[in-house]
């Protein structure tokens, strides 16, 4: 079958890969029918995530069961399915307390061996380990480009708001309008956000982030700190930063009220200065780490399946899997929000 391989830093390649088999009772074999390209498969893409040469890289799909093992029960062959980013056992400590993101035995579709080595979903076919937990059937009449989103994305923007504690009536700002972050958007208004300032520097995604309800700020020229503070008297209740660098993170503190909730969920890698002194001062309570999707999916789910959240617009490219270089490309220019390759 044809894969997305990682090649070195700044090259991916289609190659012909072997066809993957079963080999656990509870592992199924999907056929993938629409993959995405993520933020995080940049960071693979620019070789700050390593990855061996020849590695199938990609996390988000839907797909159809081709076969399963004995002990899959919840998905059968022939059914259209999508999947989280990342497994979990089900069995060890975290995963008893419902933390499957923290899971022991986790391993993440398409990131090398150092996160459980388990090859990619940008490719024909996937190996789906632990299928009863790391799929769910997609809703009858929901197109691939909407599912795609519940194992990764959107759950990520669902889990900042969910994770944040946001009630019905609160203000909140988003600083960072990705494809998380525009979903972030969306979830908050889901949840009942009373008014969303989102914030970033790209014409594009701010004009996005309004048609989904938001009052978009630019982030140097329309200096949301004095606005999102003058318009609510304060702060907003919830700040999500879905850019995870120490600069937002800061400028998050500064946008919350006292005693209100910040939601980092971007990825922090770097080092950075983050003001503590004003967070303590404010009485600020932070929450980070990365989105518990498998806990989240079936909700999530739902509430696309209901068109409450709706990521459709936040694809920009269809583009064929045998493109992916060229697709690689053009994501890495920020020339798309979102690319589904299909076979
Ligand atoms: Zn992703
Ligand atoms: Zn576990």
Not at 57 to 62: A, D, P, S, T
Not at 333 to 342: D, F, N, P, S, W
Request: proline share 4%; charged share 20%.
């Amino acid at each position: 079958m044809h894969a997305v391989t990682f090649q070195a830093p700044g090259e991916v390649a289609v190659e012909e890969v072997a066809d993957p088999a079963l080999q656990a009772p509870d592992d199924a074999l999907v056929r993938v029918d629409a993959s995405g390209i993520c933020g995080s498969d940049l960071h693979i893409y620019h070789g700050r995530v390593p990855v061996e040469r020849g590695f199938t890289i990609g996390h988000e799909f839907v797909g159809t069961v081709l076969a399963v093992g004995d002990q899959v029960e919840r998905v059968a062959v022939g059914d259209r399915v999508l999947g989280t980013f990342h497994t979990a056992c089900a069995t060890c400590t975290p995963c008893i307390r419902g933390d499957y993101h923290r899971c022991a035995n986790g391993r993440t579709f398409g990131h090398g061996g150092n996160l459980g080595n388990l090859q990619g979903a940008q490719a024909e076919q996937l190996l789906v380990p632990r299928a009863n937990l790391t799929l769910r059937r997609v809703p009858e009449g929901m197109s691939s480009d909407v599912a795609l989103f519940a194992g990764d994305v959107m759950g990520t923007g669902y889990h900042a708001v969910t994770h944040a504690g946001l009630r019905a009536g609160d203000t909140v700002s988003v600083l960072g309008l990705g494809p998380v972050g525009l979903c972030a958007v969306q979830a908050a208004r889901a949840a009942g956000a009373a008014h969303v300032f989102a914030i970033d520097t790209v014409a594009d995604r701010l004009a996005m982030a309004e048609r989904f309800g938001a009052t978009p700020l630019h982030l140097t020229d329309d200096d949301p700190k004095r606005t999102v503070r003058s318009a609510t008297g304060g702060g907003v209740d919830v700040t999500v930063d879905a850019v995870g660098d120490a600069g937002p993170l800061a400028l998050a503190v500064s946008l919350t009220r006292d005693a209100g909730t910040v939601s980092g969920i971007g990825a922090y890698a770097g080092k950075g200065e983050v003001p503590l002194g004003l967070a303590w001062l404010k009485g600020l309570t932070l929450r980070l780490g990365l989105a518990n999707v498998i806990a989240h999916v079936d909700r999530v789910l739902a509430l696309m399946e209901a068109g409450i959240l709706d990521p459709a617009p936040l694809v920009t490219h269809h583009m064929r899997l045998a493109d992916a270089a060229e697709a690689y490309r053009v994501y890495d220019a920020r020339e798309a929000l979102k690319i589904v390759l299909t076979p």
